[in-house]
C-alpha cells in the first residue's frame, strides 16, 4: 500500500516552505513549492552560507477537482514575488486549503500527489 499524503510530510517544515507558483489546467491544480526539509529527512542538506533552511523543490498535484476557491492577495506595487510564506496549510482526505502570501487555496480533489524533483 502506498503511503498517506500525511505521512509525505515527515521532516518537512511546512511552516518554513515557500510556495512558487500556482499552476491551473482544467481540472488539474498544481503548485510549485519549495519544501524546507528537516535534518531527519533522507534528502536533507545542510544548507549554504546564509540559507537558513534545506530547500528542496517539489509540487502538489491535484486532478479531478471537484471544488475550487482561489482568492488572490492584492500585493501593490511592490516588485513581483517569487516565493511566498504559507500562514496555514491542511490536507484532510480530499480536502485542501492553504493560506499564505499568494492567498488563499481550498479545493476537493479525487487525486492529491506529493511530488519532489
Not at 540559507?51 to 479531478?64: I, N, Q, R, S, T
Not at 496549510?89 to 519532489?116: P, Y
Request: glycine share 6%; hydrophobic share 35%.
Amino acid at each position: 500500500m502506498g503511503k498517506s499524503i500525511a505521512s509525505r510530510f515527515d521532516n518537512v517544515d511546512i511552516a518554513r516552505s515557500t510556495l512558487r507558483a500556482v499552476i491551473i489546467n482544467d481540472d488539474e491544480l498544481t503548485l510549485e513549492m519549495d519544501f524546507c526539509l528537516e535534518p531527519e529527512h533522507p534528502e536533507y542538506e545542510a544548507p549554504g552560507e546564509g540559507e537558513e533552511c534545506c530547500f528542496h523543490p517539489g509540487m502538489l498535484k491535484f486532478a479531478g477537482i471537484s471544488k475550487l476557491s482561489l482568492d488572490r492577495r492584492e500585493t501593490g506595487s511592490e516588485a513581483k514575488q517569487r516565493r511566498f510564506a504559507i500562514d496555514k496549510f491542511n490536507i484532510e482526505g480530499t480536502k485542501f486549503d492553504m493560506a499564505c502570501e499568494w492567498g488563499d487555496i481550498h479545493l476537493q480533489a479525487r487525486s492529491i500527489r506529493v511530488l519532489t524533483e
